[in-house]
């Protein structure tokens, strides 16, 4: 059988059994079934890197189904996304329970924004701008009644947050605490006090904290894993990545290596688009205009749509991964997931620092599939 970093179908790292502490399962259940005139839970999930806040959300997401029947998730943890590859912050709606809480789910979110970077410090205010309209959206569109818009729908929230908690990631979250509306925050606490979030409701100067705070402690020590947290960061965004472009190739083929999928992605017809249909910006530097393409091949992007309201921010659908460039046709050659009926709202391709995954560039076969020399010919 495959090792599971080879297996894309089964995505799932060989790790421990998940297990749900007293503490845990506690917290959880009060959320949900805290008493019978509280709002909808909608609930912030902070603490630091590997304290185990996905997984916590997760299993709060399984409890909070027995109660309601769908739940919204706004991820902002943009290194390691939940339901989406890596660099993207998304609002998904989730109706069904995945009881295994190691098994790596793609979704497709209700509304999304392509950051294009594993995490906010390059641009923190672009960032945040993009959290707070993932939330107005869930607010003002979601939770009420497409009948009536002063009657609201059931839909709790969990916001799941990055582990960089120092410094500027510190004062992001700090920002973010301030301008959701929470029922409840619960933030976890690792085995190193010096690496934990200070005590208390710290994301309030003066008293103004109108959420029920739960502390909890981490179920594992991460000192105490195998590989250092870096190696498994990097490993679950190719991991995710992977999962997210599988989805181009049929439901039933059989894939169950990467290399049989990176060789099945490089013999798929592309979606060609005109390069004068499109615009194409970089979101963390500045590409000089004669080496655009250049840096645009063999690179990820996010399938972006403009809009006049906000000019900053680009919603995305998806992702794609520029396939080639042919200057003389003005065609690129784009790989991507997304339908062709959303596929044709997109006028903006987003560039930023989200690898391709390098098993992808050795397809059985092929020379670098996605940097062939004769697609980028000078004019
Ligand atoms: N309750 C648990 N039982 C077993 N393993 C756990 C548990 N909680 C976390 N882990 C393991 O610890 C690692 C980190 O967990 P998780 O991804 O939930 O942490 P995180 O705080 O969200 O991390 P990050 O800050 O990187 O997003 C994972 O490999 C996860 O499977």
Same mark, same amino acid.
């Given at each position: 059988m495959a090792s599971p970093?080879?297996?894309?179908?089964?995505?799932?790292?060989?790790?421990?059994?998940?297990?749900?502490?007293?503490?845990?399962?506690?917290?959880?259940?009060?959320?949900?079934?805290?008493?019978?005139?509280?709002?909808?839970?909608?609930? /912030?999930?902070?603490?630091?890197?590997?304290?185990?806040?996905?997984?916590?959300?997760?299993?709060?997401?399984?409890v909070l189904l027995q109660k309601y029947k769908k739940v919204a998730f706004l991820d902002t943890d943009i290194g390691q996304t939940e339901f989406t590859p890596p660099g993207v912050l998304s609002l998904c709606i989730i109706d069904k329970p995945t009881p295994d809480l190691e098994i790596i789910c793609m979704k497709t979110p209700e509304r999304c924004y392509f950051f294009g970077d594993v995490s906010s410090s390059r641009d923190p205010g672009k960032y945040l701008q993009c959290v707070y309209a993932l939330y107005d959206y869930y607010r003002d569109e979601l939770c009420k009644s497409e009948n009536s818009k002063s009657s609201m729908v059931e839909l709790p929230l969990i916001v799941n947050t990055p582990g960089w908690i120092k410094g500027s990631g510190y004062e992001v979250l700090v920002k973010m605490l301030n301008y959701v509306s929470l029922t409840h925050v619960v933030k976890l606490r690792s085995y190193n006090d010096s690496k934990d979030l200070p005590r208390g409701a710290f994301w309030c100067d003066n008293g103004c904290n109108h959420s029920t705070l739960l502390e909890i402690?981490?179920?594992?020590?991460?000192?105490?894993?195998?590989?250092? /947290?870096?190696?498994?960061?990097? /490993?679950?965004?190719?991991?995710?990545?992977?999962?997210?472009?599988?989805?181009?190739?049929?439901?039933?083929?059989?894939?169950?290596?990467?290399?049989?999928?990176?060789?099945?992605?490089?013999?798929?017809?592309?979606?060609?688009?005109?390069?004068?249909?499109?615009?194409?910006? &970089?979101? &963390?530097?500045?590409?000089?205009?004669?080496?655009?393409?250049?840096?645009?091949?063999?690179?990820?992007?996010?399938l972006g749509i403009s809009s006049e309201k906000?000019?900053?921010? &680009?919603?995305?659908?998806?992702?794609?991964?520029?396939?080639?460039?042919? /200057?003389?046709?003005?065609?690129?050659?784009?790989?991507?997931?997304?339908?062709?009926?959303?596929?044709?709202?997109?006028?903006?391709?987003?560039?930023?620092?989200?690898?391709?995954p390098q098993g992808f560039l050795q397809a059985q076969g092929c020379v670098s599939p996605y940097s062939a020399t004769d697609v980028l010919p000078i004019c």
């Open positions: 970093e080879e297996n894309p179908s089964s995505s799932k790292i060989a790790r421990g059994k998940i297990r749900i502490s007293e503490e845990w399962s506690k917290a959880a259940v009060s959320i949900t079934f805290g008493s019978q005139d509280s709002p909808q839970p909608t609930v /912030l999930v902070c603490g630091p890197k590997n304290s185990g806040k996905s997984t916590f959300s997760r299993h709060l997401l399984n402690k981490a179920v594992i020590d991460c000192a105490t894993c195998p590989l250092t /947290l870096q190696k498994i960061a990097a /490993l679950f965004r190719e991991i995710k990545m992977i999962a997210y472009f599988r989805q181009c190739i049929p439901s039933g083929s059989n894939l169950n290596r990467n290399k049989v999928l990176a060789r099945a992605l490089a013999a798929l017809l592309p979606y060609e688009v005109p390069i004068s249909s499109i615009k194409v910006r &970089h979101l &963390h530097c500045q590409v000089p205009s004669s080496e655009v393409f250049y840096s645009l091949n063999a690179s990820i992007v996010g906000s000019p900053d921010i &680009h919603l995305c659908v998806g992702l794609g991964i520029v396939r080639g460039i042919d /200057l003389f046709k003005g065609l690129l050659y784009v790989i991507t997931p997304v339908p062709l009926r959303l596929l044709e709202k997109v006028d903006i391709l987003l560039q930023g620092f989200i690898q391709i």
